[in-house]
Nanobody
Framework: QVQLVESGGGLVQAGGSLRLSCAAS????????MGWFRQAPGKERECVAR????????NYADSVKGRFTISRDNAKKTVYLQMNSLKQEDTAVYYC?????????????????WGQGTQVTVSS
């Protein structure tokens, strides 16, 4: 059974930075892509970043390009999301998720395991 636990969320001022971590337990996850999603109140869950199994391919939502960086350490079974130059519109619950395949997509149904989420609040 795969379990994903996010951490690192919190309250930060606009322009600040946060680093989210997603620790995985269970079967080996090195053969699967991972993604970070977020959901703001009243909005649909969206993929903000994803990374292939070997870190060779990363993709970002246009809204976070140049500000967010996804990375992974397969030996530690951990995925990270470095968030810089945070804006109020980045306020949301952030979730990490394990993809069904090697590369992943932006589609929610391509991910079969999810963490419980961590709140990120950006103040003005």
């Amino acid at each position: 059974q795969v379990q994903l636990v996010e951490s690192g969320g919190g309250l930060v001022q606009a322009g600040g930075s946060l680093r989210l971590s997603c620790a995985a337990s269970g079967p080996f996850l090195g053969n699967y892509a991972m993604g970070w999603f977020r959901q703001a109140p009243g909005k649909e869950r969206e993929c903000v970043a994803r990374i292939s199994w070997n870190s060779a391919i990363t993709n970002y939502a246009d809204s976070v390009k140049g500000r967010f960086t996804i990375s992974r350490d397969n030996a530690k079974k951990t995925v990270y999301l470095q968030m810089n130059s945070l804006k109020q519109e980045d306020t949301a619950v952030y979730y990490c998720a394990k993809a069904r395949g090697l590369v992943g997509t932006d589609r929610i149904n391509e991910y079969n395991y999810w963490g419980q989420g961590t709140q990120v609040t950006v103040s003005s």
